[in-house]
């Protein structure tokens, strides 16, 4: 079991940034695969950014690659996303994702994680 709680969000301006932090309860953190989604109303729940239990592998949407990195910190077992150069469609309700049932798990899929933080706001506008 891992409890995940998100913080960071909030209001940007384009072409600023934010840094979301999601931050584990367990001690085996460092066994989770990591993901970041986010959702906008009315629509699914996307993947924006994910990196594997080792941080070996990650994997970007591609409307936020060259501009988010996700970064994990297994010493403090907390997860980041760096966002930069913001855009409005960037806009959404962002959630953590931690899941170690397979060596290997889709990272597209929120499906495929077990346990989910309750989300935080970023909002991009002037």
């Known amino acids: 079991q891992v409890q995940l709680v998100e913080s960071g969000g909030g209001l940007a301006q384009p072409g600023g940034s934010l840094r979301l932090s999601c931050a584990a309860s367990?001690?085996?953190?460092?066994?989770?695969?990591m993901g970041w989604f986010r959702q906008v109303p009315g629509k699914e729940r996307d993947v924006v950014a994910h990196?594997?239990?080792?941080?070996?592998?990650?994997y970007y949407a591609d409307s936020v690659k060259g501009r988010f990195t996700i970064s994990r910190d297994n010493a403090k077992n907390t997860v980041y996303l760096q966002m930069n150069k913001l855009k409005p469609e960037d806009t959404a309700v962002y959630y953590c994702?931690?899941?170690?049932?397979?060596?290997?798990?889709?990272?597209?899929?929120?499906?495929?994680?077990?346990?989910w933080g309750q989300g935080t706001q970023v909002t991009v506008s002037s």
């Open positions: 994702a931690a899941d170690n049932t397979a060596t290997y798990i889709d990272p597209t899929a929120p499906q495929a994680f077990g346990f």
């Open positions: 990196i594997s239990w080792s941080g070996a592998y990650t």
């Open positions: 367990g001690r085996t953190f460092s066994s989770y695969h």
